[in-house]
């Protein structure tokens, strides 16, 4: 099974800082086909999963642009440029390259300081 | 609207049954492979099983072979999750998704398995 390792945990960050979380994955994600099926995910609190980026760097429709995807291989990050308040939450990378089983990072808490 | 649309949770005592289901709405259900992941009380995101278009392909994690069957009914654009001998540890939120790639995500349905 692919592990997706996820850093830091836990990331408290100022009103309008930029903000970045890191997720290694235990093998290369690139698929057979040419595609890396590396996916962000940002749960609100209360709310449902909802999809930011897939295949590393594409953006979900009505994403702010503020947020982006990067990295290659076993590497990537999620940057936002500028933190605001409804950024708040927990986000997962996940990998659907290798199956089964599809899995997750164990989610990067961002909080306002 | 686009949007997927869970039920059938509730609180189960261990080694009984429950069914849940998802019904999508707003897009072509039988286009799309779909996929159910649970998260337990303040845990994160767990994949439990998927299911292809045709349902002719179906994977399911190691925790609940055998337990959990994954249906789908595309005239009914309707997903479906028979859990049997559930456990303690099967409590969580259920959440349908569309696609291998979850880009869209119900709303969820709580399940509890308890004495």
């Known amino acids: 099974d692919v592990v997706m390792t996820q850093s830091p945990l836990s990331l408290p960050v100022t009103l309008g800082q930029p903000a970045s979380i890191s997720c290694r994955s235990s093998?290369?994600?690139?698929?057979?086909?040419?595609?890396?099926?590396l996916s962000w995910l940002q749960q609100r609190p209360g709310q449902s999963p909802r999809r930011l980026i897939y295949r590393v760097s594409n953006r979900e429709s009505g994403v702010p642009d503020r947020f982006s995807g990067s990295g290659s291989g076993t590497d990537f990050t999620l940057k936002i440029s500028r933190v605001e308040a409804e950024d708040v939450g927990v986000y997962y990378c996940?990998?659907?390259?290798?199956?089964?089983?599809?899995?997750f990072g164990q989610g990067t808490k961002v909080e306002i300081k | 609207e686009v949007q997927l649309v869970e039920s059938g949770g509730g609180l189960v005592q261990p080694g009984e049954s429950l069914r849940l289901s998802c019904a999508g709405s707003g897009f072509s259900f039988s286009s799309f492979w779909m996929t159910w992941v649970r998260q337990a009380p303040g845990k994160g995101l767990e994949w439990v099983a998927n299911i292809k278009q045709d349902g002719s392909e179906k994977y399911y994690m190691d925790s609940v072979k055998g337990r959990f069957t994954i249906s789908r009914d595309n005239a009914k654009n309707s997903l479906y999750l028979q859990m049997n001998s559930l456990r303690a540890e099967d409590t969580a939120v259920y959440y349908c998704?569309?696609?291998?790639?979850?880009?869209?995500w119900g709303q969820g349905t709580l399940v509890t398995v308890s004495s």
């Open positions: 998704a569309r696609g291998r790639g979850v880009d869209l």
């Open positions: 093998q290369s994600l690139v698929h057979s086909d040419g595609n890396t099926y």
């Open positions: 996940m990998q659907a390259t290798h199956w089964p089983p599809w899995t």
